[in-house]
């Protein structure tokens, strides 16, 4: 028979959060399976308790208290079918590291998600924000999501049309108390190419001595590339991208771009992108440090955390960010790491 999943009460949540926030959670269970999940939901009903699921904390602003019950998987399976001779589907548990899996496929020499390597977090909450970078995104590979239902308790398999995935979005992020997912589904490809376009892999690739016609190759090239540019969060606390970039209708563009000749866009499907990092930086707050946060020196996109500070100064700096770029360029920002909501 299953164990039941372990509930602990009053649990330090400091080192689950790569910003180091100080956060105790009222209690913190850890669930293997789908049908744990289902229990710990069930039970959480049953004696009236809030619950919130937390991966490894690296896009959240954890607050220094949650009433609640945080729900962590720990199911770390990676499970591959016999597969074809094209392509090969996975199955990987909601606990799996997701940088684990980047190298698990690469090291098969399959394609799909080498450019999301050196992402931190887990392979359970990568459907939440379609974790994207350097040209990939978890929707190019996910079949399908399966979650537990909160509101039922039911599993459910929801096929990628049903995400509703988008940029940095998901329906996931958009009905944060409604769904628990166990586990995702990916077809990764055996004969892929390489995704270059992005500014610095080649380069990266030729200072390394690599061609980039294995996965592994982009695999080793994007984490060089992502060292250099990102904080590390063991050294200095942070939570990745503070900010999503913006897209505006391209009337919207031509009037920024009259005014600031020099801001950065690009053209995508739903309009013009902008960079987030360059109107903060031109607002002056890049390397700016109030208390125990600030803006990281190296990359104005990044807030971090000095020590000392909690979850509320972090985001009283965030506001005050977000209105300055408002002033000046009549953007509003939208904060990408999520602020827990239970229910
Ligand atoms: C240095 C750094 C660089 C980063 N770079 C990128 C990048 O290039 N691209 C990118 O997209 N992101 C990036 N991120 C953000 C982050 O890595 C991703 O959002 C990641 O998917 C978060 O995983 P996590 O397990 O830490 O989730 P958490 O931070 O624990 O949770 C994030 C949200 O997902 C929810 N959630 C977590 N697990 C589940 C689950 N099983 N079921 C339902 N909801 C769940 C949580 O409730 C929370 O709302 C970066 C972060 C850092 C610190």
Not at 22 to 36: D, E, G, N
Not at 151 to 159: A, D, N, V
Not at 205 to 224: C, K
Request: net charge negative.
């Amino acid at each position: 028979m299953m164990d039941a999943p372990r509930w602990c009460e009053e649990f330090d949540l400091v080192e689950g959060n790569t910003l180091r926030l100080p956060s105790r959670a009222r209690w913190l269970v850890h669930a293997a399976t789908a049908q744990q999940v289902v229990a710990v939901v069930d039970e959480s009903r049953a004696r009236n308790l809030e619950l919130w699921v937390l991966g490894e904390g690296s896009n959240v602003v954890l607050p220094p208290r949650l009433e609640t019950v945080v729900l962590h998987s720990i199911d770390e399976r990676i499970e591959a079918d016999a597969g074809r001779h094209d392509c090969v589907d996975v199955r990987v548990g909601a606990g799996v590291h997701w940088d684990r899996l980047v190298h698990w496929a690469a090291e098969r020499g399959l394609w799909g998600i080498e450019n999301l390597a050196y992402i931190p977090g887990s392979a359970g909450a990568a459907p939440v924000q379609n974790i994207g970078a350097y040209g990939q995104e978890l929707a190019g590979t996910c079949l399908r999501v399966e979650a537990v239902e909160r509101s039922s308790g039911r599993i459910q398999t929801l096929e990628r049309d049903e995400c509703g995935f988008g940029y940095r979005d998901s329906r996931f992020r958009r009905e944060p108390t409604g769904w628990v997912i166990t586990a995702l589904e990916l077809r990764l490809s055996r004969a892929g190419c390489p995704v270059l376009d992005y500014p610095g892999i080649a380069a990266t690739l030729a200072e390394l001595n690599l061609v980039g016609d294995v996965p592994m190759d982009m695999v080793r090239a994007i984490t060089m590339l992502r060292r250099r540019k990102l904080p590390d969060p063991q050294s200095l606390p942070n939570a990745g991208s503070f900010f999503k970039n913006p897209v505006v209708s391209e009337a919207e563009f031509r009037r920024l771009h009259a005014d600031h000749p020099e801001l950065p866009g690009t053209v995508v499907p739903e309009g013009v992108k902008l960079s987030a990092a360059w109107m903060i930086d031109r607002c002056g707050w890049r390397g700016l440090r109030r208390g125990g946060v600030g803006v990281a020196p190296s990359h104005a996109l990044v807030l971090v955390h000095y020590g000392g500070a909690d979850g509320s100064e972090l985001l009283a700096l965030a506001d005050d960010i977000r209105t300055s770029v408002r002033q000046r360029f009549g953007v509003e920002l939208e904060q990408e790491p999520l602020v827990p909501q239970s229910r």
